[in-house]
């Protein structure tokens, strides 16, 4: 079954930097990407996503880029904002029989300094 | 539309007590996730349904947990005889459902916040 690893659990950096986080993944056959921000106290929502035919998606500042042969995914924030501070969870998804489900990473907590 | 509902927002029970947890998915939604997720702590997998299949019960750490879904609709966690240990936030999320990928994309409701004195 899949299995998603995440990398590292905390991250802190100056406002204006740029942040990287890392999953890897098991199942060679996930074809689905999602992460999710969590911030303090609320539900986690989804920020980017990423299929498995598509090597690198952008929006505004974040970016996620898809190593299929190393299996491994990662979120790139630039220009970070203390707003961007959060925990962030990737996910991958994992085939079973008659249905998908997501498996989430551990998380990365993000703390961006002012 | 309306997103996904969990009651109680929070709730204070004594050990030994039973709780349930309402979640109440958004309208249409097929796929319907509960997660645990103690302080400080990432997302713990507990129970998966998914329209009429038999749910994917693997997440559930011991059998004083269960859930079912009504209809296809409203989902109760239930735990029976509560230790402290269960003290978390439950996240219940639901989607669309399977087959194109856009439709597993998981719509999380705010979390019942459990404390087990």
């Known amino acids: 079954g899949e299995n998603v690893e995440q990398h590292p659990s905390t991250l802190s950096v100056q406002e204006g930097d740029s942040a990287v986080i890392k999953c890897t993944y098991s199942?060679?056959?996930?074809?689905?990407f999602p992460w999710y921000k969590q911030e303090l106290g609320k539900r986690p929502q989804l920020i980017i996503d990423?299929?498995?035919?598509?090597g690198e998606k952008k929006d505004q500042r974040i970016a996620v880029t898809l190593n299929k042969t190393a299996k491994h995914f990662s979120l790139h924030i630039t220009e970070t904002q203390p707003e961007d501070s959060a925990v962030y969870f990737c996910?991958?998804?994992?085939?079973?029989?008659?249905?998908?489900?997501?498996?989430f990473g551990t998380g990365t907590r993000l703390l961006v300094s002012p | 539309g309306a997103g996904v509902s969990q009651s109680p927002s929070n709730k204070v029970t004594e050990k030994g007590k039973d709780v349930e947890l309402r979640c109440d998915p958004i309208?249409?939604?097929?796929?319907l996730y509960w997660y645990r997720q103690s302080l400080g702590q990432g997302l713990e997998f507990l129970i998966y349904?998914?329209?009429?299949?038999?749910?994917?019960k693997s997440g559930l750490p011991s059998d004083r947990f269960s859930a079912e879904r009504t209809g296809g609709s409203v989902s109760t966690l239930t735990i029976q005889r509560t230790q402290q240990e269960d003290s978390a936030v439950y996240l219940c999320?639901?989607?669309?459902?399977?087959?194109?990928?856009?439709?597993?994309?998981?719509?999380f409701g705010a979390g019942t916040r459990l404390s087990v004195l």
């Open positions: 349904f998914q329209g009429n299949s038999a749910p994917d």
């Open positions: 999320a639901s989607s669309s459902g399977t087959g194109r990928l856009a439709k597993n994309i998981q719509y």
């Open positions: 199942d060679s056959a996930s074809n689905y």
């Open positions: 996910a991958g998804l994992k085939r079973n029989t008659g249905f998908q489900k997501l498996v």
């Open positions: 990423i299929r498995s035919n598509v």
């Open positions: 309208s249409g939604h097929t796929a």
